[in-house]
Antibody, heavy 121, light 110 residues
Framework: EVQLVESGGGLVQPGGSLRLACVAS????????MVWVRQAPGKGLDWLSY????????YYADSVKGRFTISRDNAKNSLYLQMNSLRAEDTALYYC??????????????WGQGTLVTVSS | QAGLTQPPSVSRGLRQTATLTCTGN????????AAWLQQHQGRPPKLLSY???NRPSGISERFSASRSGNTASLTITGLQPEDEADYLC???????????FGGGTKLTVL
């Protein structure tokens, strides 16, 4: 069974940092591209970042470029999101999702349950 | 980054058919199509259709996706109470090297 489990969320002051993690199981993590997506309370989905299966290709949304860093450790089946210079508008539920594009079917086919990040003083 | 355009809400009766739309441009929907996701309140999104318009394993045949030009569509036939949810589309935008989402359509089954 494919599972994605996020962790690392919490309450942080503006300007602070957090590191989110997403542990994958039930599939060969090293062969899949991965993304981070967030959802502010009552709002739609907001794509943040993409990383290729080997980590060599990375993309960011303009809203987080220069503040957030995506990375992965295929030996640990883990995806990360380092978030710095956090702002109130970064408050959201953060999801990791699997991108199945490399298998010929582009789409985010599995999602974690999300981890909540609250940026407030 | 500019997102995709979806109508905020659609209402249809039980057992009727609903067609939801998602409009982008030639750099995203028109280029590589759109994927569709369903999200129930308080739950993570669930993929209904890949950008190829194929359904993932386990997704009902009542859900079918298509595309015409820069507009993608999701058709849901035989509406059931459990189909009441938010439906979102997503596409890769090659001009900005970014994924973009629609704002979502809230489907109400009357």
């Amino acid at each position: 069974e494919v599972q994605l489990v996020e962790s690392g969320g919490g309450l942080v002051q503006p300007g602070g940092s957090l590191r989110l993690a997403c542990v994958a199981s039930g599939f060969t993590f090293s062969t899949y591209e991965m993304v981070w997506v967030r959802q502010a309370p009552g709002k739609g989905l907001d794509w943040l970042s993409y990383i290729s299966s080997g980590g060599g290709n990375i993309y960011y949304a303009d809203s987080v470029k220069g503040r957030f860093t995506i990375s992965r450790d295929n030996a640990k089946n883990s995806l990360y999101l380092q978030m710095n210079s956090l702002r109130a508008e970064d408050t959201a539920l953060y999801y990791c999702a699997r991108d199945s594009s490399a298998y010929g079917e582009p789409g985010f086919d599995y999602w974690g349950q999300g981890t909540l990040v609250t940026v407030s003083s | 980054q500019a997102g995709l355009t979806q109508p905020p809400s659609v209402s249809r009766g039980l057992r009727q058919t609903a067609t939801l739309t998602c409009t982008g441009n030639s750099n995203n929907v028109g280029n590589e199509g759109a994927a569709w996701l369903q999200q129930h309140q308080g739950r993570p999104p669930k993929l209904l259709s890949y950008r190829s318009n194929n359904r993932p394993s386990g997704i009902s045949e009542r859900f079918s996706a298509s595309r015409s030009g820069n507009t993608a569509s999701l058709t849901i036939t035989g509406l059931q109470p459990e189909d009441e949810a938010d439906y979102l589309c997503s596409a890769w935008d090659s001009s900005i090297s970014a994924w973009v989402f629609g704002g979502g359509t809230k489907l109400t089954v009357l």
